[in-house]
Each structure stands twice: as structure tokens, then as C-alpha cells.
């Protein structure tokens, strides 16, 4: 018999759906925009006749296979309970029992987390962490999103909330981040955080005022293009960057020792700008018995792909951890 | 069949010997000291004969009793390899298959792993974790040690090192550690760590110039008894203990969201003079959805009792994980 999943990555504009199976093969897709429901209800609707046109589509011989379930990646997803949890990114307030929502709409299991940690999976599953029972994974988009695996299973904590590295404190009274408090990672260790950087160079190098570009323009694409163009302070600005995020990191191995760290998104893509500062200063920070013993290797997996495979694994990780 | 552990504390100064038996009751103890053997296997020898001479003494039904194996606390204890690696307090240099060296004298089982781990476990099996799945358990001695379970496991990481949080830098460009960086956080979370801390609210004060008290006398004793007489650099040195730690465990929280944190060792047992001000920071600087849910207690285990029961749990475990 033949198992497929149907993969779903809630995200705050788009909703993506993906029919994967064993072996990672991304069978068919569609996207929706989450924004159009505000009941989440619908959504569940709407995605749920999707899945079965996907399937549909796929022409796979109708005796020959099984939906083993739908795996879902959503902004503050809590595994333990299958419930998105007052996520600011989406128009549902409160608590939204998604995954029973589907389960009972579609009569299959159905496994929701956090995106970050679908991802973590996804890389154990089909990209550079096969076969990694020790991994930490980090996702540096607008925001810094986090997954730790430890001897083979992510690490979901006593209430599903465990691995949010984008909120450590790692400046006492710095920036001040979204969640309410101070200093936290992602504030610096961001598409977000480098633009914040950025203009703080600008400001304190006095060489061009901020007030001479476009500050609408500037995101971190636009450094990554200055810094590869020559821009010093474009360039200081990776270098920071790398600075607080291998400290960071080499504080992070302390906790759970890991094999290697996976940077992936966005900011990851800037490539050596960006690993260049972060290894060195992870290797400076750490403390010697880890030294030169730790990776810390882009994501194995497209971009595009990543939401679709992580949430698949999901459902792959949860057939494997019970069988 | 009554099962018995043999436990082992390795210590700089003594090595403790414990018969343990599954209820975690001590049933005979004898302390040898380390520093008398300056070749491992001399020390492995007389330990094993007396652990004989100890399960004779406990005067168990002959017929009744089998030695289920030997668990070894060490200071740089390796789960993985069952060896002690370089590590400084002690005499032998290098890697020493300590662990190797027992089961092939006593022919039993032997297990070791470093010394907060397995009071971590201790703390698991006969301690205040009793039924917990997530916690963390920390050290306060001369350093700061610890051990991290999560989902009823000790994290060891990919090689065996996992859970140093003593070494993580709280403070960059800060105190020196005899680790080579800067601003660990045993230099300032530990009995020595607030004994610095003291002479520099000490010498930033000046009312009280550290010249004119005798800082041989200063340890963490000392302070504790001259803020409980309301002495307020005192006061303020348990103050600032609590401040830092308090932030550094609101962090760690981050990576593994545990139940609970056990604090354990000479600085804990300050009570609420530490308590307090660990407490008041720690859920000042916690990201907003792991507020007023995660306890930070003190240990359960008795301070001489912990090395053993330790020791006997990594045994106990063993059976339990394979079982």
C-alpha cells in the first residue's frame, strides 16, 4: 500500500498545501490566502476539498493508496494539543483547535506544530539532517524561528512551547522586541534585526545619512546587495550579525550539544556574508571541549519547499516514533 | 530477586561508595580518599573490594540479591564513552575508561556520567522530580553545574557533553573563567562566583573597604550569615546572584520549556535570600507564554545523600530505558 500525506503550511498571507509521500516527493500543490477566512472554519473547509482535488489529481492508482494524514505547520502551533495559540500573525484570536478540526473533517490523523519545528523535521527527514539524532535548526526570517532535535525527537518541552531561540535575551535593556520584552535574538539575528543594524551603522558611522536613502527600500535583501556591491557598512552589518548569532549559538550547544546547526531562510541565503562571521565567532565562544567538532551548514532544503516537507514530516516522524 | 546498585561519587578530594537499592535507601556507605591514587586502577580496585565488604555489611539474604551494576558521578564523566576526560579537579590526566575498568573488576554493569547529571537523575528517581518529564536540574557549588531530562531522558547530546550551563556567557567581556573566555556563568552564579561579586560591591561602595575584613574568611557562608545579620552589600550580593541567574534560566526556558528548575548545592541552600531575587528576574525576563507556570524549587535530595542516590539512579535508569 502506497502512503501519502497531505502537508499544510498556515501562514499569515498564505495558506500552502502539498500531497508528499515517503520519500519527500512533493506530489501536487496549491496555495490559498489565508486572509479570505476569518473563521477558521472555512479554511478547514476549503483546505480539505482541496487535499481530495490534489489527490484526485496526482493519478495515483485509487486501490493502491492511503492518506496517512495531514501534517500541519502553523505560527504558534502547540504540538501537544494541536492548537494554534493567540498567534499575532494571524486574524484568528485566541485558541483554534486546528488539528481536530481536520482530523474530523477528513477522518485521518492529523499532527500540528509550530512552522519552525515542522522544518526542523523536514531537514531530518529529506534534507541535511538524515540521519542526525542531535541537530539544532534555525529559520532567520523577518523573525528567528527555532527547532531542537535531541537523540531523534524534537524537543516540544513540558507545554509544546520549547524551542523559541528568537527570544533569548542576549542584550540586557537592547532593542526592543515585539514580544514586550528587550534584547531578544531575533532583534538582531533577523531579516528584521539586520535592517535594524544597518541603519544603526549608518547613523553612527555618519558617512551617509539614513535620511539620504530610502529607508522603504532597505530590507535585507537590499544589504545583502550593497555588501556584495563593496559597502562597508552593508558588509560591518552581516559582520554583526554573525557576531551575536555565534555567541548565541555557541551558548546553544552548552544546553543540548548538538551534531550541527542548520541556518535556513532568507537571511541564510546571503551565504558566506553571513556563515563566514557566525563561524567564527561560534568557534571563539565556544567552550573547548566543543570546539571544531560542530557544523553549522545551510538548510539542505529549498526554500519554497521546506513548509510543505516539514509539515509532511510531521506525519512521517509520527508513523516512525510508533511503529 | 532484591536488586542493589553500587553508587560512586568521584569527587577531587574523597570518592564515595553507596549500596543503594531500588527504593533509593542508602543501606551502607564508606568514603575512600580520590586523591591517594594517583593511578585510576588502584583507586578501581580498592573500590570494588569495598563495595564487596559494603554488601556484606547490609547483611542481605544471600540467595536474595543480585548487584544490578555500578553507577559512576564524575567530574568531565562521559555517558557515551564511560570515560572521565581531562578533567582538571582531578589527579589523572587524560581520558580514563573508568566505567571499563569496573565492569571488567566486578563483572557487572558499570555506568557513569558527570556529576550534576546524575544528581539530576537522582533528583528524578528519589528527588523533587518525581513524575516529572521536563526539567532542569542546577548546581550551585565552588562551580555551576547541570543536568537537563527531557521527556523523562537526560539530554547528552551528540557526544555525550550536553548540559554545561555553567559555560554559557552571560556576560560578554566579562569575569574571567578558568575555562579560557570571559563572563561564564559560574563566575557569577556559584559559591565563588558571589564571593567576586561581594569584594565588587564591596570596593564600588566604600563603605566597607575590603581591606579591612579578612578575605580568607569571605566565602559564600560568610555572606550569606552577614546578609541574614542585614548587612546590605551582603544582601545585595545574593541579590545580584539571583538577578543573573534568574535571566539566565528565563533563557534556557527557551530551549527546552521544562516543568520545573531544581536549584541544588551550598549557594541554594541561602533559601529565599537566593530564592527571591532568581524568582522576581526569572519571570520578569520569561517570553510571555511560559509565565507563572514553571517552578523554581529546591532540590529534594539530601546535600550528602545526592552524590549516591545520583550515581544509583544512572543504574536504575538504565534498567527502566531497557526495560
Not at 494541536?82 to 483554534?96: C, S, Y
Not at 541537530?135 to 518541552?157: E, Q
Not at 520584552?181 to 533577523?190: F, V
Request: charged letters at 20%.
Amino acid at each position: 500500500m502506497h502512503q501519502i500525506v497531505a502537508a499544510i503550511d498556515i501562514g499569515g498571507t498564505n495558506t500552502v498545501i502539498g500531497i508528499v509521500d515517503k520519500e519527500g516527493n512533493i506530489l501536487s500543490r496549491a496555495s490559498i490566502p489565508t486572509t479570505d477566512y476569518p473563521n477558521p472554519k472555512d479554511l478547514v473547509e476549503v483546505v480539505s476539498k482541496k487535499i481530495l482535488d490534489l489527490i484526485a489529481f496526482c493519478q495515483l492508482p485509487t486501490a493502491g493508496f492511503v492518506l496517512a494524514g495531514v501534517g500541519i505547520g502553523a505560527p504558534n502551533g502547540n504540538y501537544f494539543s494541536g492548537t494554534i495559540e493567540f498567534a499575532p500573525n494571524l486574524k484568528w484570536k485566541g485558541v483554534i483547535p486546528l488539528a481536530k478540526y481536520f482530523s474530523d473533517t477528513l477522518n485521518v490523523k492529523a499532527v500540528l506544530t509550530n512552522d519552525a519545528n515542522a522544518a526542523a523535521l523536514g531537514e531530518m527527514y529529506f534534507g541535511g539532517a538524515r540521519g542526525m539524532k542531535d541537530f539544532i535548526f534555525v529559520t532567520l526570517g523577518t523573525g528567528l524561528g527555532s527547532g531542537i532535535v535531541v537523540d531523534g525527537k524534537m524537543v516540544y518541552g513540558h507545554d509544546g512551547f520549547a524551542g523559541e531561540l528568537g527570544h533569548i535575551i542576549v542584550m540586557q535593556h537592547g532593542r526592543q522586541c515585539g514580544c514586550g520584552r528587550k534584547g531578544c535574538l531575533e532583534q538582531y539575528c533577523s531579516a528584521s534585526g539586520i535592517v535594524k543594524t544597518y541603519f544603526e551603522i549608518l547613523r553612527s558611522a555618519g558617512s551617509e545619512s539614513p535620511k539620504l536613502i530610502d529607508s522603504e527600500k532597505v530590507d535585507a535583501k537590499y544589504i545583502f546587495e550593497k555588501a556584495m556591491g563593496g559597502d562597508e557598512n552593508a558588509f560591518y552589518a552581516f559582520n554583526y550579525t554573525g557576531e551575536v548569532l555565534g555567541l548565541a549559538l555557541a551558548n546553544s550547544v552548552a544546553y543540548t550539544s548538538p551534531e550541527a546547526i542548520f541556518l535556513f531562510g532568507g537571511l541564510a541565503q546571503a551565504g558566506e556574508l553571513l556563515f563566514n562571521p557566525t563561524v567564527i565567532s561560534f568557534e571563539k565562544n565556544l567552550l573547548n571541549i566543543y570546539r571544531d567538532k560542530i557544523k553549522i551548514l545551510p538548510s539542505a532544503l529549498p526554500e519554497n519547499d521546506a513548509p510543505i516537507l516539514g509539515a509532511a514530516s510531521l506525519i512521517w516522524n509520527e508513523l516512525a516514533q510508533h511503529s
